[in-house]
Structures are given as structure tokens and as C-alpha cells.
């Protein structure tokens, strides 16, 4: 059973609806929590975990410690609301942070280097071919992704919060110990690694190996750096930058590592691990840029034409491989170009003029 992959690429000056991809919109004004309340009956019920619900019984949402359903909660057996039978296993996330993919405590795989999984309630099963999942996982701009053609129909998971949307499942990422995580800010539209140079060639005082090690040592606790005469403080909770006169995004995503050829599944635990290990993507990754219309375009040689190019989307997928944060340079009618991987994005190093560029199963 053959399945394709839709990522949601993150567009900071443009809606969800406008990025043309399946994800709910939110732009009510509410709160994150507010909204998946609203969108979502199965949710806890913040009041009940406020210590305040008025409907007792009859409430429909879920009265159980929201921390304890992503595994995260600190109090154990000692807490005063209640827990699920079993608990839920951590999903790799950290429940309060506006990115939910932030956990210090991931849960082991069999031996390979990182493993995704989905939960229908009668066991954890793993997604075959995931190194896709993987992959734009690692990419801090991608917010989450559309699996189709699954024993569960088309599913929806955010990588932000960890959590599969409209569907009684649950997905998780195990992690063999070893990831090297990355910290980005959002500067403009593009995401920014922590540790890169700016503009001018000078490294930036805060590195990612030196976040990560701080939140390591406490998850909910913060990260403080200068440049000059200006503090900035990253707070994990919130998972944003901020200074005294504004805030930015940060996000926490993996670096990217190419499974061993040859790696093999683990064991299946329900009926539907057995389908679910036959999902697999069975077509092939095509790189688009974005035109002046809106329509998206293949990287084609186009020889002879206005348009002619000096790369393929299978040479691009080939750099990509390499390193999926990396970047990499063309040219178009001999003007050249710089593709930069990690913010998805295509630029005129002449003019300076941008595109967003996509990585699409087709």
C-alpha cells in the first residue's frame, strides 16, 4: 500500500490556508490551548486541571492530568488529579512548551538510530519507510506532515506538539541517545541556527551544543547570552527568544542521519501493524520552486529556454541527502542561485530576490 507524504512548511508572514497545504488554521485571536479544546473534543480539560471544572461527569472533555497523558508529569503517584490506567508513554514532548518536541527523557529504540511510531490503542507500531517523517522533521521550518494512504486513512502529525489531529491515535519518536540537537531563532522569514555566522562573519555567542546542554539540566528553566549591551534569554516553556523590547520563535529540531542500509523493523504489537509496516512511500522525492503565480515548478535542465538550468531535482535530492540543513549553488541562464536547505528557500546571489523552494513526493 503505497502512501505520500505532504509536509507543512512554516510561512511566517502568510496563513496556513495561503501555504496550500491540508492544516487547520487557527486565527480566532484564542490561545493555542483554547483553540485545540475547541477543535478537539478528546483534549484534557484545562478548567479540570486548573482544579476548577463545573461539569464534573458530564464535562466532555477529559479529566486527567494533562501531563500525565504525555507522560511528562513530575508528581507520579503523589499527584492529586488523576492519571489514565498505564499512564501515557512519553511522546518525546514537553507538555506546556508551545513546541511540544522538546523532551530530555526520549524513550529508547531497538537499536536504530531513531524509530516513529503510532498508537490506535492496542499497542505501538512503527511507520516503514519513516526516514521521510525523519527528514523534514529535522527541518525547523516544517511544522507537520500529511501521511496518506494509511490503515487509518490520511494522517495528519505536528511535529510541534507531538500528536496526530482529528484521529484517536498517537505518534511518538524514539531516539537511540545519540541525536545531536539543534536550536534555531527566527529572524525575518528565515529560521537562523544558533552558532552560525551573521552577515558580517562574526559567530553568534550562543551555540546549540551550549543550549541543549542547558536544557538538558532542566527543561523548563531558561538560557541567558549577550551581544553587546543587549540580554537574551531563551525560555524552553515558551520556547522563545526574548529581549526587552521583543520576541522571537525557537524551535528544537534533530540533525538529520541517514539510516544504515539495511536497517530492520522492529517487532508490531496490534492487526494494524502488520498494514501499517506495508505503508511505504513508493514514489519519488521532486524539489519545487515557487513561482510568481503561486504554482510550483520542477527543477528541470529546460535546455534552451529562458529557464534553463543547471541542476535536476535528482541532483538537488542528492545534496539534500548529504546534509539536509546544508545548501547548495546553481545557475539559471548563467546568473547563480543558492539553495539553502535549512530555511527552504532559493536566492538570486546577484539581485538577492527569494523563493520558497519544497521537497514533495510525487
Known amino acids: 500500500?503505497?502512501?505520500?507524504?505532504?509536509?507543512d512548511e512554516e510561512n511566517l508572514s502568510k496563513s496556513d490556508s495561503e501555504s496550500g497545504v491540508s492544516y487547520e488554521s487557527r486565527s480566532d485571536g484564542s490561545s493555542d490551548e483554547e483553540a485545540d479544546c475547541q477543535f478537539y473534543g478528546k483534549e484534557p480539560c484545562k478548567y479540570y486541571n486548573q482544579g476548577k471544572?463545573?461539569?464534573?461527569?458530564?464535562?466532555?472533555?477529559?479529566?486527567?492530568?494533562?501531563?500525565?497523558?504525555?507522560?511528562?508529569?513530575?508528581?507520579?503517584?503523589?499527584c492529586k488529579l488523576k492519571h489514565p490506567r498505564g499512564g501515557r508513554e512519553s511522546s518525546g514532548a514537553t507538555n506546556g512548551a508551545?513546541?511540544?518536541?522538546?523532551?530530555?527523557?526520549?524513550?529508547l529504540t531497538d537499536g536504530r538510530i531513531y524509530q516513529w511510531q503510532l498508537n490506535d490503542g492496542n499497542g505501538w507500531m512503527d511507520v516503514s519507510n519513516d526516514h521521510v517523517l525523519e527528514s523534514q522533521y529535522s527541518l525547523p521550518h516544517t511544522k507537520s506532515i500529511k501521511i496518506y494512504n494509511t490503515p487509518y486513512g490520511a494522517v495528519s502529525i505536528d511535529f510541534n506538539r507531538m500528536r496526530v489531529y482529528g484521529k484517536s491515535l498517537r505518534v511518538r519518536r524514539l531516539d537511540d541517545g545519540k541525536t545531536v540537537w539543534i536550536w534555531y531563532c527566527t529572524l525575518g522569514r528565515k529560521w537562523i541556527k544558533y552558532g552560525d555566522k551573521d552577515a558580517k562573519g562574526n559567530p553568534s555567542p550562543a551555540k546549540s551544543s551550549d543550549i541543549e546542554q542547558k536544557f538538558q539540566s532542566n527543561p523548563t528553566s531558561s538560557y541567558t547570552f549577550s551581544i553587546g549591551p543587549e540580554t537574551f534569554e531563551i525560555r524552553f516553556k515558551d520556547m522563545r527568544q526574548v529581549t526587552a523590547k521583543r520576541k522571537r520563535k525557537v524551535t528544537r529540531r534533530p540533525q538529520y542521519r541517514q539510516k544504515p542500509a539495511g536497517a530492520g523493523a522492529g517487532a508490531v504489537v496490534s492487526e494494524a501493524a502488520a498494514a501499517l509496516q506495508n505503508v511505504s512511500v513508493g514514489t519519488?522525492?521532486?524539489?519545487?520552486?515557487?513561482?510568481?503565480?503561486?504554482?510550483?515548478?520542477?527543477?528541470?535542465?529546460r535546455s534552451g529556454t529562458q529557464t534553463e538550468c543547471s541542476v535536476t531535482s535528482d541532483d538537488i535530492e542528492r545534496k539534500y541527502n548529504q546534509n539536509p540543513n546544508g545548501s547548495m549553488t546553481f545557475k539559471v541562464k548563467g546568473h547563480s542561485y543558492k539553495l539553502d536547505f535549512g530555511a527552504m528557500m532559493q536566492t538570486n546571489l546577484k539581485t538577492k530576490h527569494t523563493r520558497k523552494i519544497r521537497r514533495v513526493l510525487v
Do not use: I
Not at 61 to 76: D, E, I, Q, S, V
Not at 98 to 107: A, F, G, I, V
Not at 286 to 292: A, I, K, L, T, Y
Open 1 to 7: 500500500m503505497a502512501a505520500a507524504y505532504e509536509s
Open 53 to 78: 471544572c463545573k461539569d464534573g461527569d458530564k464535562c466532555s472533555y477529559l479529566h486527567f492530568c494533562k501531563y500525565a497523558l504525555t507522560g511528562t508529569c513530575r508528581n507520579g503517584s503523589k
Open 98 to 107: 508551545s513546541n511540544r518536541s522538546t523532551s530530555r527523557d526520549p524513550k
Open 284 to 301: 519519488k522525492p521532486q524539489w519545487q520552486f515557487e513561482g510568481d503565480s503561486g504554482a510550483w515548478h520542477a527543477f528541470k535542465h
